[in-house]
C-alpha cells in the first residue's frame, strides 16, 4: 500500500510540474471569430495574462491567399478583441478564412469560419454612403427588401476597437440613416478606420452579416461663420465653430492691406476657448489708429502650427476723420475718440454673441 500510495504522489507531481511548464495551453483560448472578404474579427479569452498573437489567413481551395498576424496582450478574464482589413481583392465566390492563436511560436488553437462573396453573401440593402470624419459617421441604407439588422459601428485604432455602438433591431422599410459623433478627444494626424458591420435577422437562420470600411485622418477643422462676421471703422470681429474632435487651440489672425497706399498690417488674436465639434467663440481686433482708405481684409482660422484652416476675405472703407471743433461745453481729445470706438466695438461683438 505504500509503494502504490508513493505512486500516486509522484504522478501528481508530475501533472503539476507538466501544468507549469504548458500553462498557457489550457487557459486561452478564441471564443469567437468572423470573417467576410472585407474584414475579419476575433475574440481571444484568457484565465491569465496572456501574451501571444493571432494570424488570420483566407484560404481558397486550400491554398493562402493572404494573411496577417497581429501581437495581443490579453489581460486576466478581460476578452481582447482584435480587427483586421484584407488587402487583396476577391476573384472566386468562396474562400475559407481561419485564425490561429499563437504563443511562443506554438499554435494554441485554430477556428475557420465560411466567406462567401458577390451575390452569394448579397444583402438585402444597399449602402448609398458610408462617410467617417472628424465629428463622427454617417451610414445611409437603401433596402431592396424590407428587413431588420442590428448595425454595429467600431472606430479602429490600428486593429483594436477604441469604440463601438450598436443600434439594435433597426427597421429596414425605407432609406435610413445612422449617425453617430465621437464622444471623445481624437488624435491630431492619427489614421482611423470605421467599420460597419450589419447583421441582417433571418427567419429560421443565423443572420447575414456584412462589413464596411471608411476611413480619415483626425485633423483640427474649424469654421468661420460668414453671417457672424462684422468688419468696420472700429476694428473686426467674428466667430469661429469647432467641427473636429482634435482640439483647436489656435488664433484669428486679421490681415488689412490698404489698395491706394500698399501698406498692410497684421493683426494677430488668441482665441479664449479650445474649441471641438459643436463649441464656438468669438474673438476681434481694434484696428486703433488707421488711416482712412479702402482696405482688402483678410480672416484666418491659425492653429498652433500656423496652418490656415479657415479663412474670409471681405473690403473695408475706413471715411476720413471729420474735424471737430472746440466748443464752450467740452473738449473732444484723439485719446477719448480711440477710448469710446474700442468701448463700442467690444459691446457690439458681445451683442452678437447674445451677452
Do not use: C
Not at 78 to 106: C, H, M
Not at 204 to 228: K, M, Q, R
Amino acid at each position: 500500500m505504500k509503494g502504490i500510495a508513493r505512486a500516486v504522489k509522484y504522478i501528481i507531481f508530475a501533472l503539476v510540474l507538466l501544468s507549469l511548464a504548458n500553462p498557457v495551453a489550457a487557459k486561452a483560448g478564441i471564443s469567437d471569430f468572423f470573417s467576410d472578404f472585407t474584414t475579419s474579427d476575433v475574440t481571444i479569452t484568457s484565465d491569465d495574462d496572456f501574451d501571444g498573437s493571432v494570424v488570420f489567413g483566407l484560404y481558397y481551395a486550400g491554398s493562402l491567399v493572404q494573411s496577417q498576424t497581429v501581437a495581443l496582450r490579453v489581460k486576466a478574464n478581460e476578452p481582447a478583441y482584435r480587427v483586421i482589413i484584407w488587402q487583396q481583392r476577391p476573384q472566386q465566390d468562396y474562400y475559407t478564412a481561419k485564425v490561429s492563436l499563437y504563443n511562443d511560436g506554438k499554435p494554441i488553437e485554430t477556428k475557420t469560419y465560411p466567406v462567401s462573396y458577390g451575390t452569394v453573401s448579397l444583402p438585402g440593402f444597399h449602402v448609398v454612403d458610408f462617410s467617417s470624419s472628424n465629428s463622427g459617421v454617417k451610414l445611409l441604407l437603401r433596402p431592396f427588401n424590407p428587413s431588420v439588422a442590428d448595425i454595429k459601428i467600431e472606430l479602429l485604432d490600428n486593429n483594436n476597437a477604441v469604440y463601438t455602438k450598436t443600434d439594435k433591431d433597426v427597421s429596414l422599410t425605407v432609406n435610413t440613416e445612422i449617425t453617430m459623433s465621437w464622444p471623445f478627444l481624437l488624435t491630431r494626424n492619427k489614421n482611423y478606420t470605421v467599420r460597419a458591420k450589419v447583421y441582417t435577422h433571418r427567419l429560421y437562420f443565423e443572420p447575414l452579416v456584412n462589413s464596411y470600411i471608411s476611413g480619415f485622418t483626425a485633423t483640427e477643422d474649424v469654421e468661420l461663420l460668414h453671417d457672424d462676421v462684422e468688419v468696420d471703422e472700429f476694428g473686426a470681429s467674428v466667430t469661429i465653430q469647432g467641427n473636429s474632435q482634435v482640439p483647436f487651440d489656435g488664433y484669428i489672425v486679421v490681415n488689412t492691406k490698404n489698395r491706394e497706399t500698399g501698406n498692410s498690417k497684421t493683426y494677430r488674436q488668441q482665441m479664449e476657448e479650445i474649441l471641438v465639434s459643436g463649441k464656438d467663440d468669438t474673438a476681434g481686433v481694434v484696428w486703433g489708429d488707421i488711416a482712412p482708405g479702402v482696405y482688402d481684409v483678410e480672416i484666418l482660422a491659425v492653429n498652433k502650427q500656423n496652418e490656415t484652416l479657415d479663412k474670409y476675405e471681405t473690403v473695408l472703407r475706413i471715411p476720413d476723420i471729420p474735424v471737430f471743433h472746440e466748443s464752450t461745453n467740452a473738449k473732444e481729445s484723439p485719446g477719448f475718440l480711440f477710448l469710446f470706438s474700442v468701448i463700442a466695438f467690444v459691446i457690439a461683438a458681445r451683442s452678437r454673441r447674445g451677452g
